[in-house]
């Protein structure tokens, strides 16, 4: 049986636009049974182009556009993402035929995942995979949300698995808190209570989303985000307001399973807050203060409502994603748990903003090996499911499902239910040139590429074209 060792480009770009998240990773496992083995072996946040940016962020805005927009806008997310993969690749010396394949979640578009009567749960994630493929010659997989939504589920958070496989420990509580545009938090329990077999997973509602609205407003556009809280630390909170919100939100009071986005909570939804908040007289900082508790106060309550013992039993908190930047929120959550360690994600040794890339590179690989996930046990279905993804072949595709193929001899594949990190990332450490000693790469004359981890390519190699979009 030949072992798997697959090196894996995971992308990611969230709701505000504000970077292309890429990282590397290496996955070996010797056989199906064995723990898993991975490394991300490197990390990098390149600028979106402003040439799709500004349309984007107005379409998810106004959420008002035309099919002829959208289908553009699809192609050229897909054209963003693969010159990102391009320019990632030559910048650290990573030949791209050695790139087994990427994992991309794309530009969540819309996701609604709780459908009133007469809806349907659907999920659009923009970001052409078959355009990445062409223009990176790299097998591709997207849209990982509508493969959780097709066997039940609903499409988010996704990334559960992943927390539950590097936070699991065998004595401590553990609670995986990110605050991106929205909150979702993963409770994982000691090994001892069940661990991934009983960790859940939701979102708890707004994270960033409503504040960084709110320092757009007040700054006329010229700041995106409260860096380091320092709008919402000069300001005074406005206790009924947050109160109100919470206590009347229909979200902040269902109970999990539940997802949610900017169909929720939007800038209308935002602005509404900041009107209420400036007809009481707040200032700018009062009201950044204000909503910069809706979130914090949020979290501590989805604690006190779904983790046991009122989250008297959390050990650790790790904290990921933008908004663990923020002091307001990190030292609320922090007073309201004062047994708990609060710290960030990074001392597991996969960095905070490298999480998701590194979980859809993840996720991209199993698709490709037909081989279920993890399912928190909240959900409502824990059936597997072993596609989850659409995959757009790349020039060493027949290549890459040989070593898929060979690895569990064509046989099933058991979930992975254990993981270790061969070496942990730091954002500080020195950049790579090129692969990794122990992944050799040789040359030949047929392009393609081999197995166990030796990629070869010749005159006829899988470089693809240029990929470069001009505005």
């Not at 013992?309 to 930047?325: K, N, T």
Request: aromatic share 8%; charged share 20%; glycine share 10%.
């Amino acid at each position: 049986m030949a072992p798997l060792d697959l090196l894996v480009l995971g992308m990611n770009s969230g709701t505000a636009m504000d970077g292309i998240d890429i990282g590397l990773c290496r996955f070996k496992q010797e056989a199906p049974e064995s723990p898993m083995e991975m490394e991300l072996i490197q990390y990098d946040e390149l600028e979106v182009p402003q040439w799709i940016k500004k349309p984007m962020l107005r379409m998810l805005r106004e959420t008002s556009t035309t099919p002829a927009e959208m289908s553009q806008i699809n192609v050229q997310l897909g054209q963003m993402f693969a010159d990102a993969a391009n320019e990632f690749c030559q910048k650290y010396n990573v030949p791209r035929e050695a790139v087994d394949l990427i994992g991309s979640h794309g530009q969540t578009i819309w996701l609604l995942s709780m459908p009133k009567e007469g809806e349907t749960k659907s999920a659009l994630c923009m970001g052409e995979g078959t355009v990445m493929s062409a223009m990176t010659g790299i097998t591709t997989v997207t849209d990982f949300r509508m493969a959780e939504q097709a066997v039940g589920r609903q499409g988010a958070p996704l990334v559960g698995f992943y927390d539950g496989l590097l936070l699991r420990h065998p004595t401590k509580y553990i609670a995986c808190q990110n605050i991106g545009g929205i909150a979702n938090v993963c409770f994982i329990p000691s090994d001892a209570d069940g661990s991934i077999d009983t960790m859940t997973d939701f979102d708890c509602g707004p994270g960033n989303i409503f504040i960084d609205a709110a320092v757009r407003y007040f700054t006329n556009g010229e700041r995106e985000y409260d860096k380091d809280g320092e709008m919402g630390k000069r300001g005074t909170v406005c206790q009924e307001i947050v109160d109100n919100f919470l206590h009347n939100h229909p979200y902040c009071t269902h109970d999990p399973p539940k997802t949610t986005g900017r169909e929720v909570f939007g800038d209308g939804d935002a602005q509404a807050i900041i009107d209420d908040c400036l007809a009481r007289g707040l200032s700018p900082d009062d009201t950044v203060a204000t909503i910069t508790r809706i979130t914090a106060q949020n979290i501590v309550e989805h604690y006190h409502r779904y983790a046991p013992d009122r989250g008297a039993v959390i050990d650790e908190i790790h904290m990921c994603g933008g908004g663990s930047l923020n002091p307001n929120v990190t030292e609320y959550i922090q007073s309201a748990f004062p047994r708990a360690r609060v710290l960030s994600l990074d001392e597991s040794g996969i960095p905070s903003a490298a999480k998701e890339a590194v979980t859809f590179a993840m996720q991209g690989m199993e698709a490709i090996l037909g081989r279920a996930l993890i399912v928190p046990c909240n959900a409502e279905t824990t059936e597997g499911n072993t596609i989850s993804g659409k995959i757009a072949p790349g020039k060493s595709w027949r290549t890459l499902i040989g070593k898929a193929y060979a690895f569990g001899e064509g046989k099933p594949l058991p979930r992975v239910r254990e993981m270790f990190l061969t070496r942990k990332y730091f954002m500080n450490q020195k950049p790579i040139n090129g692969l990794p000693t122990d992944f050799s790469f040789e040359k030949s004359v047929n392009g393609t590429n081999g197995v166990n981890g030796h990629a070869t390519n010749g005159v006829n190699g899988a470089n693809g074209v240029n990929g470069h979009h001009q505005a």
